[in-house]
């Protein structure tokens, strides 16, 4: 059974960091693209970043772009997202989502429970 | 980027009614466009895949159809699990834009 446990979420202040963790199992992680996807209290849902299978090739939403950075350590099979310059409307849970696979990195059958990272002061 | 656009924003409905949402996007995305369903607190559930592609698992009252810009979700038969909010989401091209989706709800 493929398993996503996010980490790493909680308060900060504006323009604060945190690095957020998905600890993945029930499939081989180093064969599929990974993805974070976010959703604000109330709102629907907003696609964030998605990485390849090696790490190599990474896009960003532009919400984010030089904001966050996604990575990946295959041997810990743990998908990461560095989170810096956090502002208030970047307050939302944030799910790891694993990518279908080949191809198709933005269709996402399995999904995280979610971490919640919230920006106020 | 592309912008996903459904409707209606909220849809009221009984048990047993046949239901359709709509997913328009602002250019072609051939049939990459995928459904999920999500309930409160909970993470989304995908439904739906190349547009017409039932998942595993997923009741067969789950039907999509589309291709292009044009796109519906349809529920043949509501069913009390089926009150949720329903997403559309194209995978054809960064960024993988969602809908904002579709607040089904009990009349």
């Known amino acids: 059974e493929v398993q996503l446990l996010e980490s790493g979420g909680g308060l900060v202040q504006p323009g604060g960091s945190l690095r957020l963790s998905c600890a993945a199992s029930?499939?081989?992680?180093?064969?599929?693209?990974m993805n974070w996807v976010r959703q604000a209290p109330g709102k629907g849902l907003e696609w964030v970043s998605a990485?390849?299978?090696?790490?190599?090739?990474?896009n960003y939403a532009d919400s984010v772009k030089g904001r966050f950075t996604i990575s990946r350590d295959n041997s810990k099979n743990t998908l990461f997202l560095q989170v810096n310059s956090l502002r208030a409307d970047d307050t939302a849970v944030y799910y790891c989502a694993k990518g279908w696979g080949g191809s198709y990195w933005g269709l996402l059958p399995h999904w995280g429970q979610g971490t919640l990272v919230t920006v106020s002061s | 980027d592309i912008q996903m656009t459904q409707s209606p924003s909220t849809l009221s409905a009984s048990i047993g009614d046949r239901v359709t949402i709509t997913c328009r996007a602002s250019q072609s995305i051939s049939s990459w466009l995928a459904w999920y369903q999500q309930k409160p607190g909970r993470a989304p559930k995908l439904l739906i895949y190349?547009?017409?592609s039932l998942e595993s698992g997923v009741p067969s009252r789950f039907s999509g159809s589309g291709s292009g810009t044009e796109f519906t979700l349809t529920i043949s038969s509501l069913q009390p699990d089926d009150f949720a909010t329903y997403y559309c989401?194209?995978?054809?091209?960064?960024?993988?834009?969602f809908g904002q989706g579709t607040n089904l709800e009990i009349k």
């Open positions: 990485i390849s299978v090696s790490g190599a090739s990474i």
């Open positions: 029930g499939f081989t992680f180093s064969n599929y693209p």
């Open positions: 989401q194209q995978y054809s091209t960064f960024s993988y834009s």
């Open positions: 190349k547009a017409s």
